[in-house]
Every structure is written in C-alpha cells, then in structure tokens.
C-alpha cells in the first residue's frame, strides 16, 4: 500500500509541487498522478467506500482519483478557492478548509456542484487543520498564516452549520498546523512555536476533547529532525503518521515513542499523506 504525500511548491515551501508515492520502505516511487490540474497540492484523504483519493489543487479546484491515479472527478476552476486541508464528514460529504475565505466548506463527493459554507466566512484569523470528533462536533485549528496573521488555538464548533466556535484549547506552547482525531476520540495536533522560527519547537500535541487538557506530548527523536511538521494520518497499523520538511516520520501512538522516518526525501515540504489504495 503505497504512501502518497503532496510537496509543496511556492510559499508553502520549496517542494516539487506534486503528488508524490512512496513504498513501504520509504523508497520514491515517482509522481502519482501527472495531470496538469495538480499544482502545490495541498490536503487529500482517501474515501474507503468510495476507493478514491480526494486531493486539494492549488489551482483552486477539487480533485478525486482512482488507484490508478487517473482523475475521475474535478469541481472545475472555483475562483479564489485557495484550499487547505480535507476531511469527510459524519454526513457523507468533503470538507474543506479555505485559506483566503477563512472558513470550511463542503462539497458533495460527485464533486458537480457548487461548496457550501459550513462556517461562516472570517470565522478564524487562519485555519489550518481541521476534522470531525465521535461526537459531530468539528474541531478547527486556529494558526497563524503566512504574513504572521492568527492566534494559536483549537475551537470546537456543534454540529449546527454555521455555530459559533468555542475556544477548546489555549496551549502556551502550541502553533496548530495540523489536526487529526485519534482512535481513542482525543484530538492530535501538529505543532510548530513559534510558527516560522528557526528555533522553534516542533511536537504532536494531544488533547482531551472534553476540556482541551493537554494529555501528552509526541517529540521526535534519533535522527528525525522534524522541521516544519504538517499533515498527520493514522495508518491501518495505529501508528501515527507526520509529514514535514524532507521526510516522514511515525509514533508509535499506544507508547507515544517516536519510531523514527519512514520517508527521507530532500526537499519534500509535505503537507499532507495517506495511504492509497
């Protein structure tokens, strides 16, 4: 089963700007998916029932591809789309958090029909991460963007389109980049802080999703140097899954003990990964 992670290009980093695949080995197994419709990839998330991979262009649309890596549905040029991250919902449709609008939206997995906003518009100074808990809720980090715009937060919104956010987490030592829901019901955040910093302190954060509680905390080691970490994914081995600059890493996530990379690619700026197919 390969891993697939997209490379930033542009200002999200100095990657290759494609959907890059991986073997079990870590070994580079090529570009994916070569179809001119890709561009800084941002995030993707396979749709087991489905069996399609879903994936966030750059070029302002959604994409959704089959094993093959052949695109098989294509929301077509959204202007000012700008999409982040991506993650199904508990009512069967893609959600996806939009960069310049500050907000998520939600499109039918036919992808041939317009977004709905989920949130409103400017709803956080930047959105980054974001997925649904056991209980409906959707839980957003609150990051700082590119010209140093944001705060630093995790805010839970009801199931209720359009609720108000309500402040979950307020960690000292947290910058979100990215946000997953574990299989214990906990919420896993990446963390860069301070965000940009030469310096800065690079950890996956977990927390309660009751209280926002700081449960534990998952710190690299050996010789994962674990710059610039963004998107996380469980694997269908329970271990934890972080993409960042130049490689892979894994935690064991029963343990918390970080298993070292998986992925060593120069120049790699992943943004997202998962498994396909």
């Keep these: 089963m390969p891993l697939l992670v997209t490379s930033a290009s542009g200002a ?8 890059l695949a991986f073997d079990r080995d870590g070994k580079p197994l090529g570009v994916f998916c070569n179809d001119q419709r890709i561009a800084d990839p941002r995030g993707l998330v396979v749709h087991q029932e489905e069996r399609l991979l879903y994936l966030n262009s750059g070029r302002d649309r959604v994409l959704a591809l089959d094993a093959d890596g052949t695109v098989v ?16 919902g508990p009512d069967g449709r893609y959600y996806v958090g939009l960069r310049g609008r500050r907000t998520v939206t939600a499109f039918l997995l036919t992808l041939d029909a317009p977004g709905e906003d989920f949130l ?10 974001f997925a649904f808990g056991r209980d409906r809720r959707l839980f957003l980090g609150s990051g700082i963007g590119p010209q140093g715009e944001g705060d630093n937060a995790v805010v839970s919104f009801g199931p209720t389109r359009y609720m108000r956010p309500s402040t979950l987490v307020s960690d000292p030592q947290l910058s979100p980049l990215d946000l997953a829901i574990a299989p214990n019901g906990n919420v896993v955040v990446s963390s860069e802080y301070p965000f940009g910093a030469s310096d800065a302190v690079t950890t996956v954060r977990e927390y309660d999703p009751m209280d926002g509680r700081l449960v534990r905390v998952f710190r690299p080691k050996g010789s994962a140097g674990f710059r610039r970490p963004r998107g996380l994914r469980f694997g269908l081995d329970g271990n934890l899954y972080c993409a960042a600059q130049d490689e892979v890493i894994t935690f064991d996530f029963t343990s918390g003990e970080c298993l070292g990379v998986v992925v060593q690619f120069s120049r790699l700026h992943g943004q997202a990964l998962d498994f396909f197919p």
């Design 12 to 19: 999200n980093g100095d990657g290759y700007g494609a959907l």
């Design 73 to 88: 549905r294509d929301t077509g040029t959204l202007q000012g789309l700008n999409p982040g991250g991506g993650s199904f």
């Design 120 to 129: 409103a518009p400017g709803i956080v100074p930047f959105p980054r991460g």
